[in-house]
Structure formats: structure tokens, C-alpha cells
């Protein structure tokens, strides 16, 4: 089945990171997330400053950035605010768009599952710097590999121009998927789709 993203592409494949909801791949998420927080923080090579909040962009990073502060302050004793934003204002109770921690003059990870051509990523971005927050790292589930809106550089380039070089980072690329769908010798027919939309849309 073909899928058609967000960036109008027709697709061969679709992460749902939906899937990923027992405690023990929760858990597994939490972990690599915050080892690759923890790892840009400490890595001269692309550092990321110390930041106040991790931020869920709706719907499916909010759990991600829920875990994520939750298992850096029981497993590295680091202790960071959460912060999300509803896609509805709500007109009752405390109102408005964000819920969580303010963002007015905080430094800001986000994290979310996917990005293909960056157009959730870049809203995120928007939202934060409109509520007075400065987003200084993103983390993602998985890059798709993907040129950006140009239809040349790579979209996590194009981000990394917003929040600075090396600060944009994934748990898997897109290749990775790829060797252990080759490892294992099934999905011959997928593998060749994915490929095909590769050439046609994946970094030269």
C-alpha cells in the first residue's frame, strides 16, 4: 500500500509510530532518546547547550518527550521540564494551545517520530519560538533521508539551519531499516519499492 505524506509524496512506506506502545518498547524508546541527548551533550564534535524542556509536538511526541523526561531524571538524574502543544485552542480551563512548562525564555529539545520533508518539524519550531522559547535540538525516531523542500539539500540541513549544525539527530536513518530488511531476506518486493522512492527522493 502506498501512502501519501504530509510533504505530497506517494510513498512506498509509512513509519506508524503508533505501534510502538507496550511499556518494554516504551521503555526501549525512553532509553535511546535520552542516550542520544545525553551523548550530543557531552560530544564536542555537535554539542548541544544544556536545555530547560523537552517538547511533544502533537500528537504522537508527546509520549515520546513524557518517557524521555521521565527516564533522564529516574536513570541520569537529570531533571527537565515537559512542555506540548494541543492542536485545538481550548476555550475553558487554562485555555490556549500549551500545556506543561512555560516556554518564555527556556532552551528547548524537541522530539518527534518522523521527518520527511521537515513541515511538522518547522511548525514545532514555530510554536516554541512564538511562545518565547529557543528550540537549541531536535531528535526523531526516524530519518527518512530525505532532500527538503528544494528538492536538494537534506531536510535535516535545512532544520539544522534553524537550530544549529549537528543538533538534529535520529535513533535510525532510513539505511538502517534498510540492512535489517536485507538481513533478514524478506519483504524483497517492499525493499525494492523503497529503493526505487530512494533514487527518486533519498539524499544522492
Not at 485552542?89 to 521527518?115: A, Q, Y
Not at 525516531?141 to 530525505?146: A, I, N, P, Y
Amino acid at each position: 500500500m502506498h501512502r501519501y505524506l504530509l510533504v505530497f509524496r506517494i510513498s512506498p512506506y509509512f513509519f506508524n509510530s503508533g505501534l510502538l506502545s507496550s511499556g518494554s518498547v516504551l521503555a526501549t524508546l525512553a532509553d535511546a532518546f535520552a542516550s542520544i541527548i545525553i551523548a550530543k551533550s557531552s560530544s564536542e564534535a555537535s554539542p548541544i547547550p544544556e536545555f530547560d524542556v523537552l517538547f511533544g509536538p502533537a500528537y504522537k511526541g508527546i509520549p515520546f518527550a513524557a518517557i524521555t523526561a521521565l527516564h533522564l531524571r529516574t536513570r541520569h538524574d537529570i531533571t527537565v521540564d515537559l512542555s506540548y502543544a494541543r492542536k485545538e485552542v481550548k476555550d475553558h480551563g487554562e485555555g490556549g494551545t500549551l500545556v506543561g512548562s512555560p516556554l518564555k525564555g527556556k532552551k528547548v529539545v524537541i522530539l518527534d517520530d518522523v521527518m520527511t520533508a521537515g513541515t511538522a518539524i518547522r511548525e514545532a519550531i514555530r510554536v516554541v519560538t512564538n511562545e518565547g522559547g529557543e528550540v537549541i535540538g531536535v531528535v526523531q525516531c526516524l530519518d527518512r533521508e530525505e532532500v527538503g523542500k528544494d528538492g536538494q539539500s537534506s531536510t535535516v540541513t535545512e532544520v539544522e539551519a534553524i537550530v544549529g549544525k549537528g543538533r538534529v539527530k535520529a535513533i535510525l536513518r532510513l539505511r538502517d531499516l534498510i540492512s535489517w530488511l536485507e538481513r533478514k531476506g524478506t519483504m524483497r518486493a517492499e525493499l525494492d519499492s523503497m529503493r526505487q522512492y530512494q533514487t527518486q527522493y533519498g539524499l544522492k
